[in-house]
């Protein structure tokens, strides 16, 4: 199990605007998905009300100390359920790896968790909460959107790679280029 940082930053280091992810790349949206499926994702309160639903396949850790972020957990959970019916069980498939949330208030709370995961553990954001746990993060993997946002409000601290050092890297469809780091 590692702790990985995974973020995608434009030339200036900014990752949001308004609350949001300032551009759209299907190809950095699916990248993401097959880095993280199957893995847990620990993110900050703004980035889980940022999502639509809870993120597929994979154990959505909130950062929250809301309990209005408890409720909305629930409900996806619920939302995720099988509906009663009056037919009779079908035969299940064999059992998968599925996602769920929880909503944990500190960061002690995801630390203890991390050695009773059997994946690994992805920091998504928001600005925060790579700041946080910034001091565990054993990888980084970087993607550079090849654009300046104007009036971006949310940046990566300038100095989040020092002592990283590069080990590969690939380039995806639009020009966008991902670097995997690792601690020096």
Not at 14 to 19: C, D, M, R, S, V
Not at 115 to 140: A, K, N, T
Request: charged fraction near 20%; hydrophobic fraction near 35%; include cysteine.
């Amino acid at each position: 199990m590692s702790i990985i940082g995974i973020v995608a930053v434009d030339r200036n280091g900014a990752i949001g605007k308004g609350g949001s992810i300032p551009w759209h790349y299907s190809a950095d949206m699916k990248f993401f998905r097959e880095q993280t499926t199957g893995h847990a994702c620990v993110m900050g309160r703004r980035t889980w009300e940022s999502l639509k639903r809870p993120l597929k396949d994979r154990l959505n850790v909130v950062l929250s100390r809301s309990a209005g972020v408890e409720a909305r957990a629930e409900e996806s959970e619920a939302e995720q359920l099988p509906q009663q019916s009056q037919q009779p069980p079908q035969p299940q498939s064999p059992p998968q790896q599925q996602g769920g949330v929880i909503v944990l208030p500190d960061k002690r709370s995801v630390l203890a968790l991390a050695p009773y995961l059997s994946c690994h553990l992805y920091v998504i954001g928001g600005d925060q909460i790579y700041r946080m746990f910034r001091p565990e993060i054993e990888q980084w993997i970087v993607t550079d959107i090849p654009l300046a946002v104007e009036g971006a409000d949310t940046f990566m601290p300038t100095d989040f790679l020092q002592n990283f050092r590069p080990q590969r890297s690939l380039t995806l469809a639009d020009e966008l280029k991902v670097t995997f780091y690792e601690r020096a």
